[in-house]
């Protein structure tokens, strides 16, 4: 459910790429606001040195990006939140080590990955598609660390529940899917839209620059100061597939997804870390808490102060140092929990 776009390196990269004529720059900015952030993206990607594949099984194809090969580290899968895609990591790879193999995949209907019906827009069908994009890029010839934000985090935690020899470590970072202690300035609005079955506006799935700018409050802690020509951009990119959005938020806030991630903690044995903003206003940082008490296994709780539900937008640098830090850890047992 975060913002999948760092705002301020927009203009820094963009502006001064010199690949792209300033002429360019200034039309897509103006008249083309959603191509500069395409440009954005591409441009990210080549200079972390990712390249895009698909995947094809049984005429379902994933889109993907990655970088390294496998190594004596185990691999990474990185999971993106609600209406986002796998170039939300783009900021968190920018710090990661580059002989890493990573790999991130466009979630179920999302971006390049092939869009069907609504049984796989639920955790569990989601978890039943990501586990075939594992098998067919054989990604679990031997055991890989999963990491998942949001709607990402609730669908990697219920894989290593029930793909258990596939995982070796697992990261979760604000993820969906627990019962709560203390509610959110989101649930409010979930409670609104329930008792209007839905027919108001759902503040995830902005369809003008004001909704957006709306969502980029409700999402980050940090105040960006964004053009209007920006805001237009990301909501026209986002525009075409908001009824498709709508239908992935209906599975997954309903009876046999929401608290999916609650339901099969039981059945996690692979060591596990949480990362969380303490202003997250979408889902509370209390769940971390239920997390650490849930697990028998070992669980890292890594708790950042001043952050809100963008963790990897608000503080990538720090995202990819708590990652690095636990994967070394990994010799060690115990829980532990730190405020940063």
């Known amino acids: 459910m975060a913002v999948d ?13 010199l690949a792209i004529p300033i002429l360019v720059f200034v039309a897509s900015f103006f008249l083309w606001p959603s191509a500069l952030i395409k440009v954005y993206y591409w441009y990210w990607r080549r200079t972390l040195g990712l390249q895009v594949r698909h995947a094809e099984c049984g005429g379902y194809r994933f889109c993907y990006s990655y970088r390294g090969k496998p190594g004596t580290r185990p691999s990474l899968l990185m999971l993106h939140d609600f209406s986002a895609h796998k170039d939300t990591w783009l900021t968190v790879l920018k710090y990661l080590p580059k002989h890493l193999h990573i790999l991130c995949v466009d979630m179920p209907g999302h971006e390049g990955t092939t869009r069907t019906n609504a049984e796989d827009y639920s955790i569990q069908g989601q978890v039943r598609r990501i ?9 679990n010839r031997k055991p890989f660390h999963l990491v998942g934000t949001s709607m990402g985090g609730n669908v990697a935690g219920v894989y290593a529940a029930c793909y258990p020899s596939d995982i070796c470590y697992i990261t979760l970072i604000c993820p969906a899917g627990i019962r709560y202690p203390s509610e959110t300035k989101f649930d409010n609005h979930l409670q609104d839209l329930e008792h209007s079955q839905y027919s108001l506006g759902n503040p995830l799935i902005p369809s003008t620059p004001e909704d957006m700018e709306d969502m980029l409050r409700l999402c980050s802690h940090v105040r960006f100061k964004i053009p209007q020509q920006i805001l237009q951009g990301l909501v026209d990119v986002r525009l075409p597939h ?47 808490a239920v997390l ?21 937008m608000e503080r990538p640098r720090r995202t ?21």
Not at 5 to 17: E, H, K, R
Not at 321 to 336: N, V, Y
């Open 5 to 17: 776009l760092d705002v301020v390196n927009l203009f820094v990269i963009a502006g001064g790429t």
């Open 131 to 139: 586990h075939q994009f594992v098998e067919t890029i054989r990604l």
């Open 242 to 288: 908001n009824d498709f959005y709508h239908e992935v938020f209906m599975e997954i806030v309903g009876e046999n997804s929401r608290y999916a991630l609650q339901e099969h903690l039981h059945l996690i044995t692979a060591p596990l870390q949480v990362i969380w903003g303490t202003r997250d206003q979408v889902v509370d940082v209390s769940g971390a």
């Open 292 to 312: 650490a008490e849930a697990l028998t296994g070992p669980c890292r709780v890594d708790v950042l102060e001043n952050c809100g539900h963008s963790v990897v």
């Open 320 to 340: 990819a140092k708590l990652i690095m830090e636990f994967i070394i850890s990994q010799g060690t047992s115990g829980s532990t929990k730190k405020h940063s």
